[in-house]
């Protein structure tokens, strides 16, 4: 029943944010420059709509975790600077692959004859799973909060 109503919630909170597409251009510029450094350039915009799509599915799944947040499981003893490392290099790497999946989406979907709304519906769609990539994040602050409070005990 929270995974149906997580995909309610998520949907329609994303069609909502459709009327903002045009005052994101400025971002949609600088994704599109990244995209084009990576030869996966979509044109600037779809770049607006990926960019608005990524960043609402990452903000909702924060947002969800802390609503409904996960048991504490103390499954980890001891916290080593190396984990904290190992988890911060995890989710960034983590991020830029979801960037990139993203952009070959992008390039994948330029080539259809969509309107400019199904575009970002498909986007947005694609987000559901790339935006996961904050669950990673949440694990890098859970250790280095736990690497602190052990090591200033």
Request: proline letters at 3%.
């Given at each position: 029943?929270?995974?149906?109503?997580?995909?309610?919630?998520?949907?329609?909170?994303?069609?909502?944010?459709?009327?903002?597409?045009?005052?994101?251009?400025p971002?949609?510029?600088?994704?599109?420059?990244?995209?084009?450094?990576?030869?996966?350039?979509?044109?600037?915009?779809?770049?607006?709509?990926?960019?608005?799509?990524?960043?609402?599915?990452?903000?909702?799944?924060?947002?969800?975790?802390?609503?409904?947040?996960?048991?504490?499981?103390?499954?980890?003893?001891?916290?080593?600077?190396?984990?904290?490392?190992s988890?911060?290099?995890?989710?960034?790497?983590?991020?830029?692959?979801?960037?990139l999946?993203?952009?070959?989406?992008?390039?994948?979907?330029?080539?259809?004859?969509?309107?400019?709304?199904?575009?970002?519906?498909?986007?947005?769609?694609?987000?559901?799973?790339?935006?996961?990539?904050?669950?990673?994040?949440?694990?890098?602050?859970?250790?280095?909060?736990?690497?602190?409070?052990?090591?200033?005990?």
């Amino acid at each position: 029943m929270k995974n149906i109503l997580f995909l309610i919630l998520y949907l329609g909170g994303g069609v909502g944010l459709y009327r903002w597409v045009d005052f994101l251009r400025p971002v949609g510029e600088g994704l599109n420059g990244f995209y084009s450094w990576v030869w996966l350039d979509s044109g600037s915009e779809l770049a607006i709509r990926q960019f608005l799509s990524f960043s609402y599915a990452s903000f909702f799944y924060l947002v969800w975790m802390a609503i409904f947040p996960e048991p504490a499981k103390s499954y980890v003893y001891t916290v080593v600077g190396s984990k904290v490392v190992s988890s911060f290099l995890r989710s960034m790497a983590l991020f830029v692959s979801c960037l990139l999946i993203l952009g070959l989406v992008g390039v994948g979907l330029v080539k259809r004859p969509y309107s400019a709304f199904h575009q970002y519906f498909s986007l947005l769609v694609t987000c559901v799973l790339l935006g996961g990539w904050t669950i990673y994040l949440k694990d890098f602050f859970l250790t280095a909060a736990n690497y602190m409070g052990r090591k200033y005990k």
